[in-house]
């Protein structure tokens, strides 16, 4: 267990719908991030976060935005789902927002569209 | 702009045995760090080494080490003593100045009985 909560786990929806994926990050750190890995492919940046503030952002699209809240647990809303969302979702923290620091992945969100 | 090569797709081992996995990379910034990550079938992503772009000395954690030449940009990662428990999927990353952590696109290790 990496201390990097994600929720749900596994998410089947169809085209068109709108999920919320959940992160709570390890204790002590301030800082979210949101990958998306694709099919046998690298990992992505989408978007990081700091203490509530948006920090960085990646190649997220318009149909995506996500939140940090005051208790530091973060959410990535997806909506107008098409096939080629379907990924594996990771979430990752560290400690501060600046590259000494280590990320720590949770296990994911696997999202398939249909 | 920073990229990260991974220049072999696949990779295999026989148990006990020694792999090399490659890995370049590209940054204008002075200050960055290196790491590789493992992501076995589980998927979960599990920091397996880090170097820091101002040391000179040579990561290493039990089996695994890596050969960081800074001049040429190079950052690879040595296994010894191979296991079963080693397949998995290999990524080289990249985390520099201000920018966040970029990954390249993975060196599949097969572990060999």
């Known amino acids: 267990d990496s201390g990097v909560t994600q929720t749900p786990k596994h998410l089947i929806t169809a085209t068109g719908q709108r999920v919320t994926l959940r992160c709570s990050p390890r204790s002590g750190d301030l800082s979210v991030y949101w990958y998306q890995q694709s099919l046998d492919q690298g990992l992505q940046f989408l978007i990081q976060?700091?203490?509530?503030?948006?920090?960085a952002k990646g190649n997220i699209l318009e149909r995506f935005s996500a939140q940090q809240f005051p208790d530091l647990h973060s959410e990535l809303n997806l909506s107008s789902l098409e096939l080629g969302d379907s990924a594996l979702y990771f979430c990752?923290?560290?400690?501060?927002?600046?590259?000494?620091?280590?990320?720590?992945f949770g296990a994911g969100s696997r999202l398939t569209v249909l | 702009a920073q990229t990260v090569t991974q220049s072999q797709p696949e990779m295999s081992v026989q148990e006990a045995e020694t792999v090399t996995l490659s890995c370049t990379y590209d940054t204008s910034e002075s200050d960055y760090y290196l790491f590789w990550y493992k992501q076995p079938p589980s998927r979960q992503m599990i920091l397996v080494i880090r170097?820091?772009?101002?040391?000179?000395q040579n990561a290493t954690e039990n089996r695994f080490s890596v050969n960081f030449q800074k001049a040429a940009k190079s950052f690879s990662l040595k296994i010894s003593d191979s296991q079963l428990g080693d397949a998995a999927m290999y990524f080289c990353a990249l985390r520099a100045g201000a920018n966040n952590l970029f990954f390249g696109t993975g060196t599949r290790l097969t572990v060999i009985p």
């Open positions: 170097q820091e772009a101002y040391k000179q």
């Open positions: 976060y700091y203490n509530g503030e948006e920090r």
């Open positions: 990752a923290s560290s400690r501060q927002g600046n590259g000494a620091n280590v990320l720590t």
